[in-house]
Every structure is written in C-alpha cells, then in structure tokens.
C-alpha cells in the first residue's frame, strides 16, 4: 500500500523531470519558468525552488507547500525532506489554482516567446487551426495584469479560465499559465500554446487567418477530448 510520502515522492519525481520539457520545446530562458503538481488527496503541492537552474534540479530540490504556498516542514523527517529553498515566485498563483480549481492537478507558468508577445499586446489567440479546436475549445483568452505578491494573478487566471475551454491563459503583459488534469497535462498545454501563438502569428503576416466556426470547433473538441488517444 503507498504512502503518503510514496506520492510526495513520486509528484516530486514527476513534476523535476517535466522543467526538462520546459527546455526541451525552448519555453523557458535561464528560470523563467516552472511546474507544479498537486499531491492527490491532500492539501498539498510540490513546486520548483526558486532561482534554480533547471539542469541543477533534482526531485529532493522540490519544495513541498501547502495549499497557500507556505513550505510544509515535514515534522523533521528526511522523506518530506524540504530543502530549505524558497519556493517559486509563482507560487501563490499556483496555490490559488488549485485552491479554487479542485480538479486541477498541475500547473505551468512560461515566459515563452510568441505567447508572452500576444500577451505584452493583451490580445487573445483567435481559433483559427484546427489545433486549437482539439485543444482549447477555442480561443486563447487573456487575464488581467496583475502583480506579483499576493493572489491577484491567481485570481486572474482562474476567472479567466473558469469562463473558458481553454487550459491556457495569456495573462497580460506578463505571460501564459497553463493548467491541467495532472502536471504533464498541464506542460502539453504550455507546449501547444506556444506553437499556436507562433503559427497564428506568422499566418498573420501572410493575412488575415481564416475564422473556424462555433459548431466546428465543438465538434473538434468533443473528438479530442474524448476519443483522441484512448
Ligand atoms: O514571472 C516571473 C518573474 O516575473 C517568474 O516566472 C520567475 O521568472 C520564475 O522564477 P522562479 O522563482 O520560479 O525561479
């Protein structure tokens, strides 16, 4: 039978090796960038710490938190183990995800290149490719600007995404955060983001991208979510 110290390893493990996705599909520069990941069943979180370099991580190096942000101190055993990093700068945006969104897993927060220029203009991606049907159900919305320090990003994301299909949100002049039913989910929608935010930009030097209809995009949506992959 698991433990709970058997799941907080094993989030930790995952949610270490997915910042290498992040460099991998070239989201991130130097650590403007990071993944979080719920520990199921329990009002707990594990993040990337602070000001570490991704090729310096290690699943020991994730900070546990609890729903707040506020590091857990694991009652002085080794296996929670917490490094006596900081947590993430992001993370009162992560803890208020998932504080809100209680069937969000993992959430992602990116500074890559095409989103974050949709977002320093504030406008939304249009649905114009089929890849954004299957994927956001529509448009890629934009959230408020917000500043760093309390849970004003957080808000914005949630109440960006909770009237939206979509797993991604532009937050304005800052950057995409991305959500989803676990970590990984959360890392596809990061990755999927950006390549949608480069090829509507580049379809819009070429012209104006063609609309795709309400009932089409439904259509892909339904397919994708549902009958993609299973
Ligand atoms: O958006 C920002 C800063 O504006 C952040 O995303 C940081 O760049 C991430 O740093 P860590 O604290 O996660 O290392």
């Not at 058997?6 to 993944?35: F, K, P, Q």
């Not at 914005?156 to 949100?169: F, H």
């Not at 580049?202 to 309400?214: F, N, S, T, V």
Request: net charge negative; hydrophobic share 40%; charged share 20%.
């Amino acid at each position: 039978m698991s433990t709970l110290l058997d799941t907080i390893a094993g989030v930790r493990s995952e949610v270490c090796a997915l910042h290498a996705e992040l460099t991998r599909y070239e989201l991130v520069v130097w650590t403007a960038g990071n993944v979080s990941g719920r520990i199921p069943g329990h009002e707990l979180m594990v993040i990337k710490p602070s000001g570490v370099s991704y090729d310096e991580l290690t699943p020991e190096l994730m900070v546990v938190t609890d729903l707040h942000g506020t590091p857990v101190d694991g009652h002085g055993t080794v296996e929670w183990g917490n490094p006596g990093l900081s947590p993430s700068s992001d993370t009162a945006a992560h803890a208020y995800v998932y504080r809100n969104m209680p069937d969000v897993g993992g959430v992602v927060h990116t500074h890559s290149t095409y989103a974050t220029a949709w977002a320093a203009r504030g406008e939304e991606i249009p649905c114009v490719l089929t890849m954004m049907g299957d994927e956001f159900g529509g448009s890629i919305p934009v959230g408020p600007f917000a500043l760093i320090g309390d849970d004003s990003i957080g808000r914005g994301i949630v109440d960006t995404l909770t009237a939206s299909n979509s797993p991604a949100v532009l937050m304005q002049n800052h950057g995409p955060f991305t959500i989803g039913k676990d970590a990984r989910a959360a890392v596809k929608a990061a990755v999927m983001c950006e390549e949608v935010a480069r090829t509507v930009h580049i379809a819009r030097q070429l012209g104006e991208p063609l609309p795709i209809d309400r009932a089409k995009i439904d259509s892909l949506y339904e397919r994708y979510q549902n009958v993609y992959g299973r």
